[in-house]
């Protein structure tokens, strides 16, 4: 393995932006880093052995060692985010996460061997095929074997302030992505380290998982409508930045997206009711991966739910899966 090239950007002062590499199509993920006492970083990369010296190179970059690490705060428990939190723990940082996120993200690590089967039953439940049910569970497992959970964390909550680059950030709580979603906000600068909560170029995933709060979908409208009236001038985000500006065209721009897609389903299901399985390849026609068939289905689930929810589509249980209609 060659140790991968990490690109370094100073964002503010002392606060710097680290571009870790992950396995994924996004290529790599942003590791925010406070090199002021106490060094702190917002969220860790996968972990990978590319992205472990990928974090180290970067972290060398910078004067810092792991070792050097007091804080890590983690906006979210996806595995490009959350994965090498465990690790950062040992080496003896104190780890925190929002308190919601504590509640359900985080969960899902800490109870892993009791939710891969809730997870599975809930996919079966939502229509996925008996045959797909060995290929999702070897996906699952690999994703597990690229996560080292911390033992201990600490939690942060919407309204609490952290000092970052010798300025005092606010904690907002940005659901959506993930229930748990975490943010930080520094009004002076405009500035938000936003993470996954807005991003360029793709769409957050917004997925409904054995574990989430009931309506994703809702907690992102409201997500989206809150980074508008807060209008950043500059984001960090967590892939296919490191930095982005034009947040609030992008938050109309995702309003749209997620508008057609309701309007797409609502007439799929009223045409043809189906399992959010077989609406979801009606939806993403092309062959996808184990990843991305995992993603069309959350992400078909969120969206029916939200309509459910709403009235505007009924839910009903036929031979142990549940049916969208019109
Ligand atoms: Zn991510």
């Known amino acids: ?73 983690v906006t979210h428990h996806h595995p490009d985010h959350y994965g090498m939190a465990g690790v950062l723990e040992e080496a003896g940082a104190e780890i925190f996460v929002l308190d919601i996120e504590a509640g359900y993200g985080l969960t899902y690590w800490q109870g892993w061997d009791d939710w891969l089967p809730r997870l599975l039953a809930q996919m079966h439940a939502n229509g996925l095929p008996p045959e797909m049910h060995d290929a999702q569970d070897r996906f699952h497992r690999f994703v597990r074997g690229m996560v080292v959970p911390a033992r201990r964390w600490s939690t942060l909550s919407e309204g609490d302030t952290v000092e970052l680059a010798g300025r005092v950030w606010q904690v907002l709580w940005l659901p959506g992505h993930a229930d748990g979603h975490l943010a930080l906000w520094q009004p002076g600068e405009r500035l938000l380290l936003a993470a996954d909560a807005i991003l360029p170029r793709i769409t957050p995933n917004i997925g409904l998982y054995a574990y989430s709060r009931p309506d994703p979908l809702k907690d992102y409208f409201n997500t989206l ?51 959010a399985w077989k609406l979801s390849r009606v939806m993403f026609p092309r062959p996808l991966n184990e990843a991305n068939l995992r993603f069309a289905l959350a992400e078909t689930l969120a969206h029916l739910e939200h309509l459910s929810l709403r009235g505007q589509l009924q839910k009903a249980e036929q031979d142990g899966v549940f049916i969208y209609s019109g």
Do not use: C
């Open 225 to 275: 409508g809150r980074l508008a009236a807060l209008a950043p001038g500059r984001a960090v985000v967590g892939h296919h930045g490191p930095v982005m500006e034009d947040v609030v065209e992008r938050t109309a721009q995702l309003q749209a997206h997620h508008a057609e897609r309701l309007d797409f389903l609502r007439e799929a299901a009223t045409e043809t009711p189906g399992s």
């Open 1 to 73: 393995m060659t140790v991968p090239e990490v690109k370094v950007t100073r964002v503010l002062d002392t606060l710097h932006v680290l571009e870790v590499p992950i396995p994924f199509p996004m290529k790599t993920v942003t590791v925010t880093v406070d090199t002021a006492f106490p060094v702190t970083l917002i969220d860790t990369g996968i972990h990978t052995p590319e992205a472990r010296a990928g974090l180290e190179a970067g972290l060398a970059q910078l004067g810092l060692t792991f070792g050097d690490v007091q804080r890590v705060i």
